[in-house]
């Protein structure tokens, strides 16, 4: 019997929510519809936001891979028609980053070094990539090589070599910075850079020059013995 009892309590407390709740919507209808409207336009929002940024990746990529073969034929003026398009048109993305290293390297290949210093500065100030980050660094670090400020060239050339995952990467631009030292008679930095490339390179050419650059090290310091 009180099992029953129980039972019928059960189904009365069941009743009794679901009653509460038609009372509740029958008096804050206004407020309810408004709460559910928003949450399904806020959805209908995040989809939309979500399929435009995606195709906007998808587009972005297309254009920004169109611009890279023209870049590696050596049609310049095409290629900077194509990332530009990027840029101006594809903001946010990851492609319109890579379209400002893209003109940099352009206007560094043209000898527009104001130019190319301004947007490798303007690509690593953006979001980091591993790849193309230290790759814009070394950029720097060679438009103020040639615009004569070593001191400038050799610091951005060493932020690179510590960014650098790939070793191969790596040991060109430390090349880059033994060289440096080595006109600068900085023979100490030289000579530890050097053997640095030699235990990271698997460059044969590489290897070879950092071999005989420490050879040539070596002689000036019998020399001024």
Same mark, same amino acid.
């Given at each position: 019997?009180? =099992?029953?009892?129980? =039972? ?6 069941? =009743? ?210």
């Amino acid at each position: 019997m009180s =099992k029953h009892r129980s =039972k019928d309590l059960k189904h009365d407390e069941f =009743k009794e929510t679901i009653e509460n709740i038609v009372i509740f919507y029958e008096h804050h209808k206004k407020t309810v519809l408004l709460v559910v409207g928003g949450v399904a336009v806020l959805l209908i929002l995040f989809f939309t936001y979500k399929n435009d940024k995606q195709t906007k990746t998808v587009k972005s990529k297309e254009i920004y891979n169109i611009g890279v073969m023209l870049y590696n034929n050596g049609n310049f003026n095409q290629a900077r028609e194509k990332f530009n398009t990027v840029v101006d048109n594809y903001l946010g993305t990851v492609f319109s980053d890579r379209s400002t290293f893209m003109l940099a390297s352009i206007s560094y290949k043209e000898g527009n070094l104001e130019e190319a210093l301004n947007k490798f500065q303007a690509f690593v100030n953006e979001k980091y990539d591993e790849f193309f980050t230290p790759s814009a660094y070394q950029g720097i670090g060679q438009c103020y090589e040639q615009m004569g400020d070593m001191e400038g060239a050799i610091e951005n050339y060493k932020i690179a070599v510590g960014k650098f995952q790939s070793n191969s990467l790596k040991s060109e631009c430390m090349m880059s910075l033994a060289r440096l030292y080595f006109a600068m008679q900085r023979m100490d930095e030289a000579e530890n850079i050097y053997k640095d490339i030699l235990e990271i390179s698997e460059d044969p050419s590489m290897i070879e020059k950092s071999e005989k650059k420490l050879k040539s090290i070596q002689v000036q310091r019998e020399l001024n013995e």
